[in-house]
């Protein structure tokens, strides 16, 4: 059985002491869980603040993004050894919104990926196709297109702690959520993309997220399909107690 994972992404949202407040209200909630990993990843500015609080407690701290350089003239970037001397665990890569607004490419995903991974972090590697492509029936196509771009020139053995999202972007923030079907449908294309390049092993221990208007009243649902490990939450983790509803689905 592959342990799910339910990740929080909350964006660009919460100063420290919001941070602060969030986990002295979330923590006891989820206190003993351990079907499944519990990570959060708050803007970088609230980093410090979310690792004093989590400390000792079952939910991990991750990030929304990490350069490729280890140091430079890269104003505004975050390096892998940065997150690694604060403590941080995990990392999102490829995020429709990093896509959508700041000029990530397949390419800019792949270089994140490697770095993300030879540092010892654990990418959560975000995959999806748009509304348009949706309706062309192109989905497939994309998602395919995405996986190999992102997995490029990445051995299987480098590759031990990645976990894939696959969002939908015309459901990120929409209140539209793909069906469980589709969702279904959707992972067991990254899913044998994954054993075309790494092997039908890796590819059956590979944990794929569903992120897309992840809510309490449809979790369930959603993790009841077997092709989902799990979810990466948007809105919904900005709450504790949503949270933490989502988190015992």
Not at 18 to 33: C, I, K, Y
Not at 142 to 162: D, E, T
Request: charged content about 25%.
């Amino acid at each position: 059985m592959r342990k799910k994972v339910i990740a929080a992404n909350w964006k660009m949202n919460k100063t420290s002491d919001e941070t602060r407040d969030f986990f002295h209200n979330f923590l006891p909630l989820v206190e003993g869980h351990d079907r499944d990993e519990i990570v959060v990843c708050p803007p970088y500015t609230s980093v410090d603040a979310a690792l004093a609080c989590s400390k000792g407690s079952n939910v991990a701290i991750g990030v929304q993004n990490v350069h490729w350089k280890a140091e430079g003239a890269y104003t505004g970037e975050i390096s892998a050894p940065m997150l690694l001397c604060l403590g941080v665990k995990h990392v999102i890569i490829g995020h429709s919104e990093r896509r959508q607004y700041f000029g990530e490419t397949d390419d800019t995903v792949n270089l994140r990926l490697k770095t993300a991974l030879e540092a010892g972090l654990t990418p959560i590697c975000c995959v999806g196709e748009v509304l348009e492509e949706r309706e062309a029936g192109l989905t497939d196509d994309v998602l395919r297109r995405q996986c190999v771009r992102a997995f490029h020139a990445i051995s299987s053995k480098k590759a031990a702690k990645l976990v894939v999202a696959y969002e939908p972007v015309w459901a990120i923030g929409t209140g539209k959520t793909a069906t469980p079907e589709l969702a279904a449908e959707a992972h067991a294309v990254i899913r044998r993309e994954a054993a075309e390049v790494f092997g039908e092993e890796f590819a059956a221990n590979l944990r794929i997220l569903y992120g897309g208007s992840v809510k309490p009243d449809n979790a369930s649902s959603l993790m009841a399909q077997e092709e989902i490990d799990g979810a990466l939450v948007g809105g919904a983790s900005l709450d504790p107690k949503s949270l933490a509803a989502i988190v015992k689905y």
